[in-house]
């Protein structure tokens, strides 16, 4: 079968027909991206299911989540300038199928650990994925104008994914095992395998550096240590040897990274971006939007199911507000920045984040969920504005070349701000949880297993007071409910000072308009 991109060239074709070739080649590639945004909000609306079901606790939990984004932004990068290396397409369709096997072994989980495994195992195809996708969007669409518009309905096709994911989701677990969430993650890969053999044109950068495994081993095992660290000290104590060593070592280990970065004749990451503060701010906003939004998403569909009674269907109706104004907002973006600027949009989006994770850190105990609709909305009117305003700044900086590492860049910042939101909100609730109910139940002492169940979730808390039953169940079930909220709200709070400091980092430090470079076409490579 002929390759719709090999038909006549650029110059010959006719400019409608080349026209439908990009706009079909940018479908191809959005449907593809679905499947890894749909699968963070999946996972997300099953994590009750999964504390019934597997017995995971909260720390669990962070680790399920924080697995797939880890191996997600430690190997982007490499993945970004092995895309530029040898073809866009090539890794794009490798990362498909990696990620299709890997969901399907997930899906077959039978512990919390096989589980956390795949989900890593996710999170590689998820790498090689997402970079080569902007990578070839931007290699594409050279005119300016049809490139912002593009990237627009690239972030909309992360925000629908968000969209679909809860109520998905909660379809899914209605009618079938947990595993059926990553399961149908399978017939899109197979789809896009399909369809990207023919509709997806092949490009390089021949001037493109050599990949650095150090630097990748090196960015991961920081990473990895710095979570770990974070997400393990509610249980063996902030101020525990393997916690503050292992967080120190992550420390060094990253400080090493970035010396290597400077002396290595071909870097993973290119430190000289980051001189640009177009680049740095841009970058640094979205991580810090991905901070609140993730982590507030962690913690608020566990106390829809566990606080509020609702089921994994209700719980994804009611997370829709977030992604469905996410997904309305993010192709406006690009036009509010030609009218208001780049540093008014991202300031305000960040402003509307913090707002939002403010409002839901107030709700107590016997909020309903109208309580929490309004911080909701803005989580959604916040995310929308940053994404594709930022991103659009900081793919405006770089040169065509180089668009792999830095659309990966990009995806790094959603993933590892994402992590670190759900590592942080998500300890600081645990270390409350456990403050709050560790000395009312000490004095009944509860066998051990009992009590890491208790202590460890909301849910295993529930779970006893449902087998106590009377007075006594009933004022455990309160009691672990007003734990619970009380550390969502010290969560959501931090996450609320995150997003401010992001807002007035964006307001003092990113252009209020485009560079030059960002608005000119570049030229191929």
Same mark, same amino acid.
Not at 187 to 205: D, I, K, Q, T, Y
């Given at each position: 079968?002929?390759?719709?991109?090999?038909?006549?060239?650029?110059?010959?074709?006719?400019?409608?027909?080349?026209?439908?070739?990009?706009? @079909?080649? !940018?479908?191809? !590639?959005?449907?593809?991206?679905?499947?890894?945004?749909?699968?963070?909000?999946?996972?997300?609306?099953?994590? $009750?299911?999964?504390?019934?079901?597997?017995? %995971?606790?909260?720390?669990?939990?962070?680790?399920?989540?924080? %697995?797939?984004?880890?191996?997600?932004?430690? =190997?982007?990068?490499?993945?970004?300038?092995?895309?530029?290396?040898?073809?866009?397409?090539? @890794?794009?369709?490798?990362?498909?199928?990696?990620?299709?096997?890997?969901? %399907?072994?997930?899906?077959?989980?039978?512990? #919390?650990?096989?589980?956390?495994?795949?989900? /890593?195992?996710?999170? @590689?195809?998820?790498?090689?994925?997402?970079? +080569?996708?902007?990578?070839?969007?931007?290699?594409?669409?050279?005119?300016?104008?049809?490139?912002?518009?593009?990237?627009?309905?690239? %972030?909309?096709?992360?925000?629908?994914?968000?969209?679909?994911? $809860?109520?998905?989701?909660?379809?899914?677990?209605?009618?079938?095992?947990?595993?059926?969430?990553?399961?149908?993650?399978?017939? &899109?890969?197979?789809?896009?395998?399909?369809?990207?053999?023919?509709?997806?044109?092949?490009?390089?950068?021949?001037?493109?550096?050599?990949?650095?495994?150090?630097?990748?081993?090196?960015?991961?095992? *920081?990473?990895?240590?710095?979570?770990?660290?974070?997400?393990?000290?509610?249980?063996?104590?902030?101020?525990?040897?393997?916690?503050?060593?292992?967080?120190?070592? *992550?420390?060094?280990?990253? &400080?090493?990274?970035?010396?290597?970065?400077?002396?290595?004749?071909?870097?993973?990451?290119?430190? /000289?971006?980051?001189?640009?503060?177009?680049?740095?701010?841009?970058?640094?906003? &979205?991580?810090?939007?991905?901070?609140? =939004?993730?982590?507030?998403?962690?913690?608020?569909?566990?106390?829809?199911?566990?606080?509020?009674?609702?089921?994994?269907?209700?719980?994804?109706?009611?997370?829709? $507000?977030?992604?469905? !104004?996410?997904?309305?907002?993010?192709?406006?973006?690009?036009?509010?920045?030609?009218? /208001?600027?780049?540093?008014?949009?991202?300031?305000?989006?960040?402003?509307?984040?913090?707002?939002?994770?403010?409002?839901?850190?107030?709700?107590?105990?016997?909020?309903?969920?109208?309580?929490?609709?309004?911080?909701?909305?803005?989580?959604?009117?916040?995310?929308?504005? #940053? #994404?594709?305003?930022?991103?659009?700044?900081?793919?405006?900086?770089?040169?065509?070349?180089?668009?792999?590492?830095?659309?990966?860049?990009?995806?790094?910042?959603?993933?590892?701000? *994402?992590?670190?939101?759900?590592?942080?909100?998500?300890?600081?609730?645990?270390?409350?949880?456990?403050?709050?109910?560790?000395?009312?139940?000490?004095?009944?002492?509860?066998?051990?297993?009992?009590?890491?169940? #208790?202590?460890?979730?909301?849910?295993?808390?529930?779970?006893?007071?449902?087998?106590? *039953?009377?007075?006594?169940?009933?004022?455990?079930?309160?009691?672990?409910?007003? +734990?619970?909220?009380?550390?969502?709200?010290?969560?959501?709070?931090?996450?609320?000072? &995150?997003?401010?400091?992001?807002?007035?980092?964006?307001?003092?430090?990113?252009? +209020?308009?485009?560079?030059?470079?960002?608005?000119? $076409?570049?030229?191929?490579?």
């Amino acid at each position: 079968m002929t390759n719709i991109h090999d038909i006549p060239s650029a110059a010959a074709a006719p400019r409608g027909q080349e026209m439908r070739n990009r706009w @079909v080649t !940018l479908v191809v !590639l959005c449907v593809s991206l679905l499947i890894v945004t749909l699968d963070n909000t999946i996972l997300n609306v099953a994590l $009750p299911t999964l504390v019934k079901e597997l017995g %995971a606790t909260t720390t669990q939990l962070q680790w399920i989540v924080d %697995a797939y984004a880890l191996a997600f932004a430690g =190997l982007m990068l490499v993945a970004g300038s092995s895309a530029d290396r040898f073809g866009r397409r090539r @890794v794009f369709v490798t990362g498909l199928a990696v990620f299709g096997a890997a969901s %399907a072994w997930a899906a077959y989980s039978g512990s #919390v650990g096989m589980l956390i495994a795949a989900r /890593a195992g996710m999170g @590689v195809g998820a790498a090689m994925m997402m970079p +080569a996708t902007l990578s070839i969007i931007t290699d594409v669409f050279r005119d300016p104008g049809e490139r912002q518009r593009a990237i627009g309905l690239w %972030a909309a096709t992360s925000g629908l994914g968000i969209a679909i994911g $809860p109520v998905a989701g909660g379809l899914l677990l209605e009618h079938f095992w947990w595993g059926s969430v990553f399961w149908v993650n399978i017939p &899109v890969a197979a789809l896009g395998l399909a369809c990207a053999a023919f509709l997806v044109p092949e490009s390089r950068n021949p001037a493109a550096l050599r990949p650095d495994p150090a630097g990748s081993v090196l960015s991961m095992v *920081g990473l990895g240590l710095l979570l770990w660290a974070i997400i393990e000290a509610p249980v063996r104590g902030w101020s525990s040897g393997a916690v503050l060593g292992a967080g120190g070592t *992550g420390l060094v280990v990253l &400080v090493v990274f970035a010396v290597w970065e400077r002396r290595t004749a071909h870097p993973l990451l290119n430190l /000289a971006f980051f001189r640009d503060r177009r680049f740095s701010v841009a970058t640094s906003s &979205v991580a810090l939007a991905m901070f609140g =939004l993730f982590g507030a998403l962690f913690v608020l569909t566990q106390f829809l199911q566990f606080g509020l009674g609702y089921s994994a269907l209700q719980t994804g109706v009611r997370v829709l $507000p977030v992604a469905g !104004l996410l997904a309305l907002v993010a192709p406006l973006s690009p036009a509010l920045v030609r009218w /208001a600027g780049t540093k008014a949009v991202v300031g305000t989006g960040l402003l509307a984040v913090a707002t939002g994770l403010w409002q839901l850190s107030t709700a107590e105990s016997s909020a309903t969920y109208e309580d929490l609709l309004a911080g909701l909305l803005l989580l959604g009117l916040g995310a929308g504005l #940053v #994404v594709p305003a930022a991103l659009d700044a900081l793919m405006g900086t770089l040169p065509q070349g180089d668009t792999g590492v830095g659309s990966a860049t990009n995806g790094v910042s959603v993933q590892l701000g *994402g992590a670190v939101g759900v590592a942080v909100i998500g300890s600081l609730l645990t270390t409350r949880y456990q403050d709050r109910m560790g000395p009312p139940l000490r004095p009944y002492q509860l066998p051990h297993d009992v009590s890491d169940s #208790v202590l460890g979730s909301l849910g295993g808390a529930l779970a006893l007071a449902e087998r106590v *039953g009377g007075v006594s169940g009933r004022m455990l079930a309160d009691l672990a409910r007003s +734990a619970f909220v009380s550390g969502m709200g010290l969560g959501l709070t931090v996450g609320a000072c &995150v997003a401010v400091g992001g807002a007035l980092l964006a307001f003092a430090a990113l252009p +209020a308009r485009p560079s030059r470079a960002s608005v000119e $076409p570049k030229e191929p490579q």
